[in-house]
C-alpha cells in the first residue's frame, strides 16, 4: 500500500485547516452587513442593483447567505486545482496551488461571508481555465456568470487580449466566447439603460472618483499584504513579471487586476478586497516555482487568518475602534426591534410600520435580524433603497429610528406628532461592547402634506 509524501501531507493538512477555520468562522459569526444587504436583494430579486449585478442575489434566494459561501469558496479551490494541473502539466503543483489559495485570507473571508467577490473568484477561475484551454463555450459561458457576479470581470478580457496581442493570435472560437459572455451581461445593461446606469455610474466614481493619493496607495497596498498575505504578494510581482513565458495569460490576468486597482487607489480610496482575483493566479503561479515559497506563502496566508479567526472568537487585544469585530458580532440583537414592548412599554409590534436608518448597513440588519420593512433617510449614501419604493406609513402608525450615534433627522421627526428616545440598545461580546444602538420610537404619523387630517374626515 503506498502512503502519502510528506509535501502531499502538508499540503492536504493545509486544505483541512483551511476547511475548518471556514466553517468555524460561518457558524460562530453573525450575518455581516453587506451580507444582510445582499440579503435584502434577494428577496427582490431582479437584472441588477445600484452597487453590483445580480448574481449573488440569485444564489443566495436559491441556497442561503453562509451556504452560497462555502459552496462557492470550496468550488474555487477546486478550480484552481485544476487549472493548475492543467498549466504545470502536474498534479503535485495542482495540489500545492489548491492548499497555498485554500490559506489566502482573501479566499478563506470570501469563501465565508457572501459578497459579490464569493462568485466573481469561482467563476472568473472557471473562465480562465477554459480559455486556457480553448474550450470557447465553457469560456464564455463562465465570463458571463463572472460579469453577473462583479463588473471587474471584464478586466479578464482584458487579459485575454493583451495576450493576444502579444501572441498575434485570436481564434474564432474566442469571438463567440465573448458574444455569448455579452448575452449573459445583457440584461444588466438593459436594467442600467431603463435607471439611467446608475450602477455603471456608481461603480466608476466609487472606484475612479474622490480623492487619492499617496496616503490611500499605502492604504491599499496594507490591504494587500493582509489579504493577499505578506509573503504571496511580492511573489505575485514577481510571478507576473519574470514567470514562464508560455504562461503569459495566467501572468497577466494576475497583474492587470494589482495594476488597474492600484491606480484606482491612488484617485480614491479604494477597497483591500478589489483585487481578489489577481491572488488565483498568483497563487498557481508560486505552487510552480520552488515548493518551499510555496510552502511558506501558505502559512503566513494561514497564519493571518488564523490570528484574525482567533479575535473574531475570542477577543483578548483591544483596539481603539475593532472594525473586524464590529462588522461581524454583536448584530443579532437587533432582533429586539420586532418587540418594541421591550425597549417602549405598552408599544404593540402591530402599530409599527417601518424602522429607520442612517444607512443601508444598519437598515439591512434590522431587516435581517427583526423582520421588519426598513428605509434609510437623512444623509444615507445612496443605495438600492433609493431605486425601491419608500415603506407606506399610514396616518396614525409608528415608526422606529435606529443609529449608533445619530437622533432621527428633522424631516424625518417632522413626518411624526412626537418623538419619544432614544432607548439604548447595547450589544456585547465576550464582556465586550461593540455596538450600543440608539433606538427612537416616532409616534403617530401626520397625514401627507394636502391630505386631509383625521379631524377634518369626521
Not at 53 to 63: N, Q, S
Not at 278 to 286: F, R, S
Amino acid at each position: 500500500m503506498s502512503t502519502l509524501s510528506a509535501p502531499m501531507k502538508a499540503c492536504l493538512t493545509l486544505l483541512a485547516l483551511s476547511a475548518a477555520i471556514r466553517l468555524t468562522l460561518a457558524l460562530g459569526t453573525d450575518v455581516y452587513f453587506d451580507e444582510a444587504y445582499y440579503w435584502q436583494w434577494s428577496r427582490r430579486l431582479d437584472w441588477g442593483y445600484y452597487d453590483h449585478p445580480p448574481l449573488v442575489a440569485w444564489l443566495i434566494a436559491a441556497l442561503g447567505i453562509r451556504p452560497m459561501a462555502l459552496l462557492c469558496g470550496a468550488g474555487t479551490v477546486a478550480a484552481v486545482w485544476g487549472l493548475a494541473r492543467d498549466i504545470h502539466g502536474d498534479t503535485a503543483a495542482a495540489w500545492r496551488a489548491a492548499a497555498l489559495w485554500s490559506s489566502v485570507p482573501i479566499s478563506i473571508l470570501s469563501g465565508v461571508w457572501a459578497t459579490p467577490d464569493t462568485p466573481l473568484l469561482l467563476f472568473w477561475t472557471l473562465a480562465l481555465w477554459a480559455l486556457w484551454r480553448e474550450r470557447w463555450i465553457l469560456a464564455g459561458l463562465a465570463l458571463g456568470l463572472a460579469l453577473l457576479s462583479k463588473y471587474s470581470a471584464m478586466l479578464l478580457g482584458v487579459a485575454f487580449l493583451a495576450t493576444a496581442v502579444r501572441e498575434r493570435r485570436l481564434p474564432a472560437g474566442a469571438w463567440g466566447a465573448a458574444l455569448l459572455g455579452a448575452l449573459l451581461f445583457l440584461p444588466v445593461v438593459l436594467w442600467n439603460a431603463q435607471l439611467g446606469w446608475v450602477g455603471f455610474a456608481f461603480q466608476l466614481n466609487h472606484g475612479l472618483g474622490g480623492t487619492g493619493g499617496l496616503k490611500s496607495f499605502a492604504e491599499f497596498l496594507g490591504g494587500q499584504l493582509a489579504l493577499g498575505g505578506p509573503v504571496l504578494l511580492p511573489l505575485a510581482l514577481v510571478y507576473a513579471f519574470r514567470g514562464p513565458r508560455e504562461q503569459f495569460l495566467p501572468r497577466v490576468a494576475a497583474l492587470v487586476p494589482l495594476l488597474f486597482f492600484g491606480f484606482a487607489a491612488v484617485r480614491t480610496r479604494g477597497e483591500a478586497n478589489w483585487p481578489a482575483v489577481a491572488y488565483v493566479t498568483a497563487c498557481i503561479g508560486v505552487a510552480g516555482m520552488r515548493p518551499t515559497r510555496a510552502q511558506v506563502s501558505a502559512v503566513a496566508g494561514l497564519a493571518v487568518a488564523l490570528a484574525v479567526t482567533s479575535h473574531l472568537l475570542f477577543p483578548v487585544l483591544r483596539f481603539k475602534r475593532d472594525v473586524p469585530l464590529e462588522r461581524t458580532q454583536g448584530w443579532a440583537v437587533l432582533s429586539a426591534l420586532a418587540e418594541p414592548g421591550r425597549l417602549f412599554p405598552g408599544t404593540e409590534a402591530a402599530h409599527i410600520a417601518v424602522v429607520y436608518a442612517p444607512n443601508y448597513q444598519l437598515a439591512s440588519q434590522a431587516a435581517r435580524y427583526a423582520s421588519l420593512p426598513v428605509d434609510t433617510a437623512g444623509n444615507a449614501r445612496q443605495s438600492q433603497y433609493d431605486a425601491w419604493p419608500r415603506p407606506a406609513v399610514a396616518p396614525g402608525k409608528d415608526a422606529l429610528w435606529c443609529s449608533e450615534r445619530a437622533p432621527p433627522p428633522d424631516e424625518l421627526a417632522a413626518r411624526f406628532t412626537t418623538v419619544e428616545g432614544p432607548v439604548e440598545l447595547p450589544a456585547d461580546f465576550h464582556g465586550r461592547r461593540v455596538h450600543t444602538f440608539l433606538v427612537w420610537r416616532l409616534r403617530e404619523a401626520r397625514p401627507p402634506e394636502g391630505a386631509p387630517s383625521a379631524d377634518a374626515l369626521q
